[in-house]
């Protein structure tokens, strides 16, 4: 397949796509979806309003003529979108996707994992905010089993998946001392940790930057119980500054959005669940693929708004952030589970 070398603004290609396939959750994660906020803020989607699996396939493959080659499936909790797995087999299916991954908050792993395994996902990546059982629910808003998680996290670890990731996001005060914690229980095991600094996406989490641990002190408070050294980026865009301990077991990465901002780099596109094209986690809105989609647009039509949002694209949130926050302290920004992480 010939692909277009699309760039954006600031010369950066498209390369990943984030699909959400559900704004809906099972969680009420504090920094995310809080549940206090539901009744006021958080209005689903129906069902007829998400993208239906042909509709995501027809998009798929035109992201893919423009260079995209990796997809991500997340939400809302991807798992609770009926029939996902067919979905995954779907997207395998399409030439010219070299890595296909799905984030999850791991409630419905277990159940899901072999099938998923089977449809030819290839990565996978769990969050897990903390061991602790009790903080683990006081995050989640009361809602998860964190024995059902850890399980959904051995049953992948011992069917293949080439890569396991465990995604940790840290609020000081809350689960920073859940930190050694989760090093320790997975250090010389096949899931690798990323500690995400606490980002102020949307406008329902009430962020602060005193909640947000920055990845110097994290990587200072790991090295001397466990000296690290970085690791060379094995690619372009990527997201996590890696780290691997010295004594050869294995390997942490840090996703440090507040304190290191990637926006340089940063080829990622996405996909709403009502097929709205965002072309930053920190933008106000998209533009509407499913109204041309279901309109009867062909696929040049499609494929020209698709390379047009991207050519003009020209985010840097964060890089911004300090400047944005002091300027429009109350600008909208899409929620986190309408987008995905
Ligand atoms: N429900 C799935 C899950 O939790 O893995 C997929 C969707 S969730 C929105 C994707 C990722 O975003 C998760 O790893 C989550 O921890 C992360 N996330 C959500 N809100 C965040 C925030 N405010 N700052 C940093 N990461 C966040
Ligand atoms: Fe749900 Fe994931 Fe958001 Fe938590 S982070 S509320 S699991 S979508
Ligand atoms: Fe990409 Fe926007 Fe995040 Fe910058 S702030 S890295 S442009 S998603």
Redesign the pocket.
């Known amino acids: 397949m010939i692909k277009n070398f699309l760039q954006d603004a600031f010369h950066r290609p498209l390369r990943d796509l984030r699909i959400s396939v559900i704004d809906r959750?099972n969680?009420r994660?504090t920094?995310?979806m809080p549940d206090k906020e539901d009744a006021r803020h958080f209005s689903f989607l129906k069902p007829q309003e998400w993208l239906s699996f042909e509709e995501i396939i027809r998009l798929t493959k035109l992201f893919v003529a423009a260079g995209v080659t990796k997809i991500r499936l997340?939400?809302?909790?991807?798992l609770l979108r009926p029939n996902l797995v067919e979905l995954v087999g779907k997207l395998r299916a399409i030439e010219g996707i070299r890595d296909l991954a799905l984030?999850?908050?791991g409630s419905l792993l277990s159940r899901y994992a072999h099938d998923l395994k089977d449809a030819g996902l290839d990565r996978i990546?769990?969050?897990l905010?903390t061991l602790d059982a009790r903080f683990f629910h006081q995050m989640n808003g009361n809602k998860g089993d964190l024995k059902k998680v850890l399980e959904g996290i051995e049953i992948c670890e011992g069917i293949g998946f080439e890569t396991i990731k465990i995604?940790v996001?840290l609020q000081r005060g809350v689960n920073d001392h859940s930190v050694m914690d989760l090093v320790w229980y997975f250090k010389g095991r096949k899931p690798v940790l990323r500690f995400?600094?606490?980002?102020?996406?949307?406008n329902c989490?009430h962020?602060d930057l005193r909640y947000v641990v920055p990845t110097r002190e994290l990587v200072d408070l790991i090295n001397e119980q466990l000296p690290l050294r970085p690791l060379a980026a094995k690619e372009f865009g990527e997201v996590a500054a890696r780290y691997e301990f010295v004594d050869g077991s294995g390997e942490v990465g840090f996703i440090s959005s507040v304190t290191q901002p990637f926006c340089g780099t940063c080829t990622r596109g996405r996909i709403s669940a009502e097929g709205k094209m965002y072309t930053c986690l920190f933008a106000g809105d998209g533009v509407d693929l499913r109204a041309p989609l279901r309109q009867g647009a062909d696929d040049a039509q499609l494929s020209a708004l698709i390379q047009s949002v991207w050519q003009k694209r020209a985010d840097r949130y964060s890089e911004l952030r300090a400047q944005i926050r002091k300027h429009t302290p109350h600008t909208h920004k899409v929620e986190?589970?309408q987008i995905?992480?």
């Open positions: 959750c969680f994660c920094y995310c997340t939400g809302g909790e991807p984030t999850t908050n990546t769990v969050s905010d995604n996001v995400i600094e606490y980002m102020d996406v949307g989490n962020w986190m589970f995905g992480g």
